[in-house]
């Protein structure tokens, strides 16, 4: 791996042009408003907190994804420009707050049978949950290196997309999938029942 960025000057240039964007055009009118009220300039501020919370959760998980697919400490001190140990302390272990974090089981004797799925990593977690899903287990929680399921009497079907768009989100429900969790940075979780005969 080269000590240099990994990205060319354009992607880093797209990617800011792309924050800006975001956070000056997600709210009503704050792009006009800048021209002739001072209230906008708070708005701004506020839609740039949020701005940079977000990409504070996007770091912490994409860290947790590089470690998921086998890098290790010191490839990710690389590219974020630190040493391992700076990037171990700072990312090592941090829960991700808004995460597909397991739903709370059920309680009681005929509550459904749980079960976590672990040393998953972003090229085997689907092939797992493939095999949960035909035996009839249905994702309900997500984290680093691991999937918890739940046992259903049917088999099931799950997927994952790259941060789907409203309208592909809205027609992938229309379609039966039901989301899991708010998403793991970069991805989106689905499942949904297999029909009989499927």
């Given at each position: 791996m080269s000590d240099g960025p990994l990205l060319h000057p354009?992607?880093?240039?797209?990617?800011?042009?792309?924050?800006?964007?975001?956070?000056?055009?997600?709210?009503?009118?704050?792009?006009?408003?800048?021209?002739?009220?001072?209230?906008?300039?708070?708005?701004?501020?506020?839609?740039?907190?949020?701005?940079?919370?977000?990409?504070?959760?996007?770091?912490?998980?994409?860290?947790?994804?590089?470690?998921?697919?086998?890098?290790?400490?010191?490839?990710?001190?690389?590219?974020?420009?630190?040493?391992?140990?700076?990037?171990?302390?700072?990312?090592?272990?941090?829960?991700?707050?808004?995460?597909?974090?397991?739903?709370?089981?059920a309680e009681g004797p005929d509550a459904p049978k749980r079960r976590t799925l672990s040393g998953l990593s972003a090229f085997n977690e689907m092939a797992a949950l493939e095999e949960a899903g035909r035996d009839g287990w249905h994702m309900v929680g997500y984290g680093p290196f691991f999937h918890e399921v739940e046992a259903s009497g049917h088999p099931w079907e799950h997927c994952r997309v790259t941060l789907p768009s409203v309208a592909r989100h809205r027609r992938m429900q229309s379609e039966g999938w039901i989301p899991v969790g708010a998403g793991w940075f970069p991805w989106r979780y689905y499942k949904r029942p297999v029909s009989p005969g499927a």
């Open positions: 354009a992607e880093m240039d797209r990617i800011r042009e792309g924050i800006a964007a975001a956070v000056l055009g997600a709210p009503e009118g704050l792009a006009d408003s800048l021209e002739h009220d001072p209230h906008g300039y708070l708005r701004l501020l506020d839609a740039s907190r949020v701005g940079a919370e977000e990409a504070g959760r996007l770091l912490r998980e994409a860290v947790q994804g590089a470690r998921a697919a086998g890098h290790s400490w010191d490839a990710v001190g690389r590219v974020l420009g630190v040493s391992r140990q700076a990037a171990q302390q700072r990312f090592a272990g941090k829960a991700v707050v808004g995460s597909g974090q397991s739903a709370p089981p």
